[in-house]
Every structure is written in C-alpha cells, then in structure tokens.
Nanobody, 115 residues
Framework: QVQLVESGGGLVQPGGSLRLSCAAS????????MGWYRQALGKQRELVAT???????NYVDSVKGRFTISRDNAKNTVYLQMNSLKPDDTGVYYC?????????WGQGTQVTVSS
C-alpha cells in the first residue's frame, strides 16, 4: 500500500502559477502510475494529468500547454506545475497512485484562482 500527502495549494490570481506536490510513502513509488485529479464544487472529479512509470504523460485538453506533471522517484514525489491559471482551474486537487488493480488517493489540496 501507499500513502499520499498533497501540498502546495492556495489562492492565486488569474494568470498566476502554483506547484503542487504529492509525497508518497509505504511502498515502492517507482512502480506506480501517478495522476492528478480535480473536483470543482458541485462537479464530478476529473482527470487532470497522469505520468507512467516510464515517464509518459497525458493531460486533459483544458490544461495542455499550461500544466506539467513530473515525478522524482528518488524523492517519492510527483509534481504538478500549473501556469497561466484560470478561474475554471479552481477546485480540490487530488493525487492518485495506481498499480494494477490497486488505487490510492490523497486527501486533496484546495486551489482557488480568483482576483
């Protein structure tokens, strides 16, 4: 099993940047496909980005060119660099780890984009 703890959320103005971090513990981090999801108030949780064990990345269309997911296996951490933030990016951002049929979630970190 793996435990996930997100950090880095906060309040930022439109056009600003944030970097989210997700620290993993309890298992072999490098074996997991990692992802970031978000959930806006009153909406379903949606996939934002994923990164495989080999470093292949995937993004939802709405964040392509603005967000970058990366991982540091030596630090057991996955990151989400978010640039050119928009009010529609507001929500709780969750870290996710997947290994075959096993899935783990973090507790989430709030991101608010507002002037």
């Amino acid at each position: 099993q793996v435990q996930l703890v997100e950090s880095g959320g906060g309040l930022v103005q439109p056009g600003g940047s944030l970097r989210l971090s997700c620290a993993a513990s309890g298992s072999i981090f490098s074996r997991y496909t990692m992802g970031w999801y978000r959930q806006a108030l009153g909406k379903q949780r949606e996939l934002v980005a994923t990164i495989t064990t080999g470093g292949r990345t995937n993004y939802v269309d709405s964040v392509k060119g603005r967000f970058t997911i990366s991982r540091d296996n030596a630090k057991n951490t996955v990151y989400l660099q978010m640039n050119s933030l928009k009010p529609d990016d507001t929500g709780v951002y969750y870290c996710n780890a997947v290994l075959t049929a096993y899935t783990a979630w973090g507790q989430g970190t709030q991101v608010t984009v507002s002037s």
